[in-house]
Each structure stands twice: as C-alpha cells, then as structure tokens.
C-alpha cells in the first residue's frame, strides 16, 4: 500500500481521480490497479 500526500483535501481528489478510489473518512482510498499494484491511500 502506498501513501500519496496532499495539502488540501481537493488536491488529494485531483490526484486520484484518475484512479477508480472510494471515500472514506477523511482520506481517500485508491483500488489496486496497474501503477499502484496494492492500492494506495490519499
């Protein structure tokens, strides 16, 4: 599982909205895909 860090919480949904991700509370999770083979977290 990586980390992806951000400043403002609409910076973090800039980041993974290219990713399939679901919201949680207070960070974003992104699904296991191709660049992040475990998942990541925003």
Same mark, same amino acid.
């Given at each position: ?13 800039? =980041?993974?909205?290219?990713?399939? $991700? ?12 191709? =660049?992040?083979?475990?998942?990541? $977290?925003?």
């Amino acid at each position: 599982m990586k980390l992806i860090i951000a400043e403002k919480p609409d910076q973090g949904l800039a =980041l993974v909205s290219q990713f399939k $991700y679901r919201r949680k509370d207070g960070y974003l999770e992104v699904e296991a895909n191709e =660049l992040f083979p475990n998942g990541a $977290y925003c």
